[in-house]
Protein backbone atom coordinates (compact mmCIF):
# COMPACT_ATOMS: atom_id res chain seq x y z
CA UNK A 1 0.00 0.00 0.00
CA UNK A 2 2.83 2.52 0.99
CA UNK A 3 4.50 1.78 -2.23
CA UNK A 4 0.83 2.55 -4.47
CA UNK A 5 0.75 5.74 -2.77
CA UNK A 6 4.22 6.57 -3.17
CA UNK A 7 3.61 5.74 -6.73
CA UNK A 8 0.80 7.78 -7.26
CA UNK A 9 1.95 10.72 -4.92
CA UNK A 10 6.11 11.29 -6.64
CA UNK A 11 5.40 10.11 -10.61
CA UNK A 12 5.02 13.89 -11.50
CA UNK A 13 4.97 14.43 -15.45
CA UNK A 14 5.25 17.41 -17.39
CA UNK A 15 3.58 20.42 -15.98
CA UNK A 16 0.23 21.53 -17.73
CA UNK A 17 0.12 25.50 -16.22
CA UNK A 18 -4.12 25.37 -15.23
CA UNK A 19 -6.05 27.33 -13.15
CA UNK A 20 -4.63 29.90 -10.66
CA UNK A 21 -4.61 30.23 -6.69
CA UNK A 22 -6.92 32.04 -5.03
CA UNK A 23 -7.30 30.70 -2.01
CA UNK A 24 -6.45 32.49 0.56
CA UNK A 25 -3.46 30.54 3.18
CA UNK A 26 -6.15 29.56 5.58
CA UNK A 27 -4.86 26.17 6.49
CA UNK A 28 -4.65 24.77 9.95
CA UNK A 29 -2.55 22.07 11.08
CA UNK A 30 -5.08 19.72 13.43
CA UNK A 31 -2.79 16.46 13.63
CA UNK A 32 0.37 18.74 15.32
CA UNK A 33 1.92 15.14 15.78
CA UNK A 34 5.88 13.84 15.01
CA UNK A 35 4.55 10.90 13.48
CA UNK A 36 3.04 10.35 10.07
CA UNK A 37 -0.94 11.28 10.33
CA UNK A 38 -2.69 11.04 6.83
CA UNK A 39 -6.02 9.58 5.28
CA UNK A 40 -8.50 12.02 6.81
CA UNK A 41 -11.89 11.23 6.49
CA UNK A 42 -14.58 13.84 8.13
CA UNK A 43 -17.66 12.50 9.72
CA UNK A 44 -21.13 12.90 8.12
CA UNK A 45 -22.13 15.04 11.18
CA UNK A 46 -18.75 17.38 10.60
CA UNK A 47 -18.35 16.87 14.43
CA UNK A 48 -14.89 14.37 13.90
CA UNK A 49 -12.28 13.08 11.53
CA UNK A 50 -11.10 9.93 11.46
CA UNK A 51 -6.88 9.52 10.08
CA UNK A 52 -4.37 7.26 10.62
CA UNK A 53 -1.06 7.79 12.32
CA UNK A 54 1.93 5.64 13.07
CA UNK A 55 2.55 6.98 16.45
CA UNK A 56 1.88 4.42 18.39
CA UNK A 57 4.63 2.19 16.03
CA UNK A 58 2.51 1.62 12.75
CA UNK A 59 -0.30 2.87 11.26
CA UNK A 60 -4.02 2.52 12.97
CA UNK A 61 -6.79 4.27 13.03
CA UNK A 62 -7.68 7.22 15.17
CA UNK A 63 -10.34 9.56 15.14
CA UNK A 64 -10.14 13.41 16.53
CA UNK A 65 -12.53 16.43 16.86
CA UNK A 66 -12.79 18.63 14.01
CA UNK A 67 -10.65 20.76 15.68
CA UNK A 68 -7.84 18.49 16.37
CA UNK A 69 -8.60 17.85 19.86
CA UNK A 70 -9.51 14.36 21.91
CA UNK A 71 -6.60 12.37 19.28
CA UNK A 72 -8.30 8.43 20.17
CA UNK A 73 -7.24 5.30 19.32
CA UNK A 74 -9.23 2.86 17.01
CA UNK A 75 -7.34 0.18 16.47
CA UNK A 76 -4.28 -1.94 18.06
CA UNK A 77 -2.60 -4.49 16.12
CA UNK A 78 0.95 -4.68 14.14
CA UNK A 79 -0.25 -4.21 10.78
CA UNK A 80 -0.47 -1.30 8.61
CA UNK A 81 -4.70 0.45 9.14
CA UNK A 82 -5.29 2.29 6.68
CA UNK A 83 -7.85 4.41 4.92
CA UNK A 84 -10.79 5.24 6.63
CA UNK A 85 -14.13 6.30 5.59
CA UNK A 86 -17.72 6.72 7.74
CA UNK A 87 -20.93 5.49 6.86
CA UNK A 88 -23.72 7.87 5.85
CA UNK A 89 -25.07 7.49 9.60
CA UNK A 90 -21.74 7.85 11.55
CA UNK A 91 -21.79 4.59 13.35
CA UNK A 92 -19.32 2.19 11.21
CA UNK A 93 -15.91 2.60 9.62
CA UNK A 94 -14.60 0.71 6.84
CA UNK A 95 -11.15 0.73 6.28
CA UNK A 96 -7.86 -1.47 5.15
CA UNK A 97 -5.49 -3.74 6.99
CA UNK A 98 -3.05 -6.37 5.96
CA UNK A 99 -3.28 -7.77 9.46
CA UNK A 100 -4.19 -11.18 8.33
CA UNK A 101 -1.31 -11.36 5.74
CA UNK A 102 -2.58 -9.29 2.51
CA UNK A 103 -4.40 -6.16 2.69
CA UNK A 104 -8.10 -7.00 3.17
CA UNK A 105 -11.17 -4.55 3.77
CA UNK A 106 -12.51 -4.38 7.42
CA UNK A 107 -15.28 -2.88 8.98
CA UNK A 108 -15.72 -1.72 12.26
CA UNK A 109 -17.79 0.06 15.27
CA UNK A 110 -16.97 3.82 15.34
CA UNK A 111 -15.48 3.33 18.25
CA UNK A 112 -13.44 0.79 17.21
CA UNK A 113 -15.53 -2.37 18.54
CA UNK A 114 -16.42 -5.16 16.27
CA UNK A 115 -13.70 -5.29 13.87
CA UNK A 116 -14.04 -7.38 11.05
CA UNK A 117 -12.85 -9.06 7.73
CA UNK A 118 -15.20 -8.60 4.65
CA UNK A 119 -12.45 -9.63 1.90
CA UNK A 120 -10.63 -12.84 1.68
CA UNK A 121 -8.59 -13.19 -1.21
CA UNK A 122 -4.62 -12.74 -1.94
CA UNK A 123 -4.52 -9.90 -4.02
CA UNK A 124 -4.36 -6.29 -2.96
CA UNK A 125 -8.29 -4.93 -1.12
CA UNK A 126 -7.99 -1.19 -0.81
CA UNK A 127 -9.50 1.60 -0.74
CA UNK A 128 -12.93 0.74 0.63
CA UNK A 129 -16.47 3.30 0.45
CA UNK A 130 -19.69 2.37 2.35
CA UNK A 131 -22.70 2.87 -0.43
CA UNK A 132 -25.20 5.82 1.40
CA UNK A 133 -27.51 3.49 2.23
CA UNK A 134 -25.30 1.29 3.28
CA UNK A 135 -25.89 -1.97 1.66
CA UNK A 136 -23.01 -2.02 -0.22
CA UNK A 137 -18.96 -1.25 0.08
CA UNK A 138 -16.75 -0.60 -3.09
CA UNK A 139 -13.47 -1.32 -3.39
CA UNK A 140 -10.17 -1.57 -5.49
CA UNK A 141 -8.49 -4.67 -5.78
CA UNK A 142 -5.53 -6.11 -7.84
CA UNK A 143 -7.06 -9.93 -8.23
CA UNK A 144 -7.73 -9.82 -11.69
CA UNK A 145 -4.36 -8.89 -12.90
CA UNK A 146 -4.30 -4.63 -12.25
CA UNK A 147 -6.52 -2.41 -9.81
CA UNK A 148 -9.75 -2.23 -10.66
CA UNK A 149 -13.12 -1.21 -8.89
CA UNK A 150 -15.20 -3.77 -7.10
CA UNK A 151 -18.56 -3.76 -5.13
CA UNK A 152 -19.85 -6.38 -2.71
CA UNK A 153 -22.12 -6.25 -0.18
CA UNK A 154 -22.15 -4.61 3.15
CA UNK A 155 -21.20 -8.33 4.46
CA UNK A 156 -18.83 -9.20 1.99
CA UNK A 157 -20.62 -11.39 0.22
CA UNK A 158 -20.76 -11.13 -3.73
CA UNK A 159 -17.42 -9.14 -4.75
CA UNK A 160 -18.08 -8.02 -8.09
CA UNK A 161 -16.03 -6.19 -10.65
CA UNK A 162 -17.38 -3.02 -11.65
CA UNK A 163 -14.05 -1.85 -13.84
CA UNK A 164 -12.24 -4.25 -16.22
CA UNK A 165 -9.76 -2.26 -18.25
CA UNK A 166 -6.41 -3.15 -18.58
CA UNK A 167 -4.82 -0.27 -17.08
CA UNK A 168 -5.60 0.99 -13.52
CA UNK A 169 -8.92 2.16 -12.03
CA UNK A 170 -8.59 3.21 -8.71
CA UNK A 171 -10.34 5.01 -5.77
CA UNK A 172 -13.94 4.79 -6.05
CA UNK A 173 -15.95 7.31 -3.66
CA UNK A 174 -19.52 7.20 -3.59
CA UNK A 175 -22.10 10.11 -4.95
CA UNK A 176 -23.99 11.47 -1.64
CA UNK A 177 -27.35 10.39 -3.86
CA UNK A 178 -25.69 6.58 -4.02
CA UNK A 179 -26.07 6.78 -7.90
CA UNK A 180 -22.32 7.59 -9.08
CA UNK A 181 -19.30 6.68 -8.22
CA UNK A 182 -16.29 9.18 -8.77
CA UNK A 183 -12.67 7.23 -9.14
CA UNK A 184 -9.39 7.89 -11.22
CA UNK A 185 -8.22 5.44 -13.79
CA UNK A 186 -5.05 5.57 -16.55
CA UNK A 187 -7.29 4.08 -18.60
CA UNK A 188 -7.33 7.03 -21.68
CA UNK A 189 -3.56 7.68 -21.31
CA UNK A 190 -1.95 4.32 -22.76
CA UNK A 191 -1.15 4.00 -19.00
CA UNK A 192 0.82 7.51 -19.05
CA UNK A 193 -1.01 9.82 -16.32
CA UNK A 194 -4.34 9.47 -14.26
CA UNK A 195 -7.56 11.42 -14.73
CA UNK A 196 -10.54 11.82 -12.34
CA UNK A 197 -13.82 9.75 -13.34
CA UNK A 198 -17.17 9.33 -13.05
CA UNK A 199 -19.19 6.40 -13.49
CA UNK A 200 -23.19 5.03 -12.97
CA UNK A 201 -22.88 2.67 -9.70
CA UNK A 202 -23.22 -0.35 -11.52
CA UNK A 203 -20.14 0.87 -13.60
CA UNK A 204 -22.07 2.29 -16.47
CA UNK A 205 -22.05 5.32 -18.31
CA UNK A 206 -18.03 5.96 -17.66
CA UNK A 207 -17.00 9.53 -17.80
CA UNK A 208 -13.94 11.38 -17.92
CA UNK A 209 -13.97 14.40 -15.71
CA UNK A 210 -10.23 16.06 -16.43
CA UNK A 211 -8.37 15.82 -19.16
CA UNK A 212 -4.40 17.08 -18.74
CA UNK A 213 -0.52 15.75 -18.74
CA UNK A 214 -0.17 15.54 -14.64
CA UNK A 215 -1.72 13.01 -12.23
CA UNK A 216 -5.20 13.83 -10.87
CA UNK A 217 -6.61 11.55 -8.39
CA UNK A 218 -8.03 10.66 -5.03
CA UNK A 219 -11.49 11.92 -5.59
CA UNK A 220 -13.79 13.07 -2.78
CA UNK A 221 -17.83 14.61 -3.14
CA UNK A 222 -18.86 17.61 -1.45
CA UNK A 223 -22.13 16.60 0.67
CA UNK A 224 -24.55 18.34 -2.04
CA UNK A 225 -22.88 16.47 -4.30
CA UNK A 226 -22.42 19.54 -6.62
CA UNK A 227 -18.64 19.79 -6.38
CA UNK A 228 -15.26 17.21 -6.14
CA UNK A 229 -12.14 18.01 -4.58
CA UNK A 230 -8.91 15.60 -5.66
CA UNK A 231 -4.97 15.92 -5.97
CA UNK A 232 -3.55 17.03 -9.18
CA UNK A 233 0.13 17.19 -9.84
CA UNK A 234 -0.84 19.36 -12.90
CA UNK A 235 0.49 22.61 -11.74
CA UNK A 236 4.95 23.08 -12.12
CA UNK A 237 5.02 18.99 -11.32
CA UNK A 238 4.21 19.93 -7.56
CA UNK A 239 0.69 18.32 -5.82
CA UNK A 240 -2.06 20.72 -4.68
CA UNK A 241 -5.66 20.05 -3.68
CA UNK A 242 -8.30 21.15 -6.32
CA UNK A 243 -12.16 21.53 -6.50
CA UNK A 244 -14.49 21.27 -9.16
CA UNK A 245 -17.82 21.29 -10.38
CA UNK A 246 -18.97 17.91 -10.37
CA UNK A 247 -19.30 18.09 -14.46
CA UNK A 248 -15.62 19.04 -14.38
CA UNK A 249 -16.34 22.67 -15.01
CA UNK A 250 -15.15 25.49 -12.59
CA UNK A 251 -11.58 23.88 -11.45
CA UNK A 252 -10.38 26.43 -8.63
CA UNK A 253 -7.21 24.99 -6.43
CA UNK A 254 -7.45 24.61 -2.81
CA UNK A 255 -4.30 24.29 -1.31
CA UNK A 256 -1.98 27.62 -1.30
CA UNK A 257 1.41 25.74 -1.00
CA UNK A 258 2.94 23.11 -2.99
CA UNK A 259 4.09 19.23 -1.11
CA UNK A 260 2.77 16.18 -1.05
CA UNK A 261 -0.76 16.47 -0.57
CA UNK A 262 -3.03 13.61 -0.35
CA UNK A 263 -7.09 12.51 -0.05
CA UNK A 264 -8.90 15.50 0.19
CA UNK A 265 -11.93 15.33 2.35
CA UNK A 266 -14.86 18.08 3.05
CA UNK A 267 -16.40 19.00 5.59
CA UNK A 268 -20.51 18.27 5.62
CA UNK A 269 -20.89 22.13 5.19
CA UNK A 270 -19.02 22.42 2.30
CA UNK A 271 -16.73 25.23 3.82
CA UNK A 272 -13.71 23.34 4.73
CA UNK A 273 -11.99 20.39 2.72
CA UNK A 274 -9.60 18.50 4.96
CA UNK A 275 -6.25 16.88 3.44
CA UNK A 276 -3.05 15.28 4.51
CA UNK A 277 0.66 17.29 4.02
CA UNK A 278 4.30 16.77 4.40
CA UNK A 279 4.60 20.10 4.52
CA UNK A 280 5.83 20.98 7.81
CA UNK A 281 8.16 17.49 7.64
CA UNK A 282 6.23 14.76 8.60
CA UNK A 283 2.79 13.86 7.01
CA UNK A 284 -0.40 16.07 9.49
CA UNK A 285 -4.10 16.56 8.98
CA UNK A 286 -5.00 20.37 7.63
CA UNK A 287 -7.81 21.70 6.89
CA UNK A 288 -8.55 24.72 4.57
CA UNK A 289 -11.11 26.86 4.82
CA UNK A 290 -12.77 27.41 1.38
CA UNK A 291 -12.85 30.87 -0.14
CA UNK A 292 -13.15 30.89 -3.37
CA UNK A 293 -15.61 32.14 -6.01
CA UNK A 294 -17.61 29.18 -6.39
CA1 LIG B 1 2.52 14.35 11.94
CA1 LIG C 1 -1.97 -1.27 13.11
CA1 LIG D 1 -6.74 -9.38 0.00
CA1 LIG E 1 -4.34 13.97 -15.75
Redesign the pocket.
Known sequence: MKKLIGVLILSATAAAINGAPNQAEREQNLSRHPSADRDPAWSPDGKRIAFVSNRDGNFEIYVMNADGSQQTRLTTNAAADRNPAWSREGKQIVFQSNRDG???VYLMKADGSQQTRL???????IFPDLSPDGAKITFT?N?NGNLDIFVMNADGSQPTPLTKHAHRDAWSRWSPDGKRLAFFSRRDSNDDNDEIYVMNSDGSAVKRLTDNRGHDFCPAWSADGKQIAFVSIRDDAQVYVYRMNADGSALERVTSKPDRVSTPTWSPDGKRIAFSSQRDGNFEVYVAEITGKN
Open positions: NEETNHAGDDSR
